[in-house]
């Protein structure tokens, strides 16, 4: 009766630390920040923010490409396939990263299957 869980590959865990760490740094900056504006505006924290929005945008291309590895059988599943909506189940009809939202019902992708061994894993 009881089933054991999916295993995870945490794929969304690389999206929340980029966004957390984003969120961190922007406090750091306005937590630091001089009292005046032209101030703060040459200060190193503020020099840093568009460097760091840049890599962070780079980051977040580079992590939804990355492939992934199947917790069961452990070869590569592409991240850019068609799949097909865990919430609605309805096909996407065209090649789409697993980070994307569904175009019917709007919702992230929670589980995805393998192309190899057709099991099913957490993301």
């Not at 009766?1 to 740094?25: N, Q």
């Amino acid at each position: 009766m009881d089933t054991p869980p999916e295993k995870a590959v945490f794929f969304h865990f690389r999206f929340k630390f980029l966004a957390i760490t984003s969120i961190a740094f922007l406090l750091y900056i306005i937590l630091t920040g001089a009292s005046e504006l032209d101030q703060f505006a040459s200060s190193p924290q503020f020099k840093l923010v568009g460097p760091f929005f840049l890599l962070a945008g780079c980051f977040f291309l580079i992590f939804r490409r990355v492939p992934i590895k199947c917790p069961h059988c452990y070869k590569l599943v592409s991240t850019r396939k068609d799949w097909t909506c865990c919430e609605c189940g309805t096909p996407q009809g065209k090649e789409r990263y697993l980070v994307d939202k569904c175009l019917h019902c709007r919702q992230v992708q929670a589980t995805a299957s393998c192309d190899h061994c057709n099991k099913d894993f957490k993301l």
